[in-house]
């Protein structure tokens, strides 16, 4: 019930900048809550990039801190992604993950969804 629409991915120049964004369509759902990006180098587990809450409150894994920014539109349910002074460690796929709550009989009901992956590159 849930559609996440990524963009923004491509290919940049080590200390380059990026913007990548993921609209949620809303659908039946009653709220939105945590959204967020993970990525996925070549050959490894999908980790968390940076996540924010329903109050704006952001996560970000230590290797981003001061480099990227995660900022996020209620109305629009879309949330973005600032990626500035990128390094080749910074290549991979990146997901959109949404937490979303909908009523099912009745009842709220919260399940996690996620984007297809937009591939970021950073490299010489």
């Known amino acids: 019930q849930v559609q996440l629409v990524e963009s923004g991915g491509g290919f940049v120049q080590p200390g380059g900048s990026l913007r990548l964004s993921c609209a949620a369509s809303?659908?039946?759902?009653?709220?939105?809550?945590?959204m967020g990006w993970y990525r996925q180098h070549p050959g490894q587990q999908r980790e968390l990039v940076a996540t924010?809450?329903?109050?704006?409150?952001?996560n970000y894994v230590d290797s981003v801190k001061g480099r990227f920014t995660l900022s996020r539109d209620n109305a629009k349910n879309t949330i973005y992604l600032q990626m500035s002074s990128l390094k080749p460690e910074d290549t991979g796929v990146y997901y959109c993950?949404?937490?979303?709550?909908?009523?099912?009989?009745?009842?709220?009901?919260?399940?996690?969804?996620w984007g297809q992956g937009t591939q970021v590159t950073v490299s010489s």
């Open positions: 809303s659908g039946n759902i009653f709220r939105f809550n945590t």
């Open positions: 924010i809450d329903s109050g704006y409150m952001t």
């Open positions: 993950n949404v937490e979303a709550e909908m009523f099912v009989a009745g009842k709220l009901r919260a399940d996690t969804y």
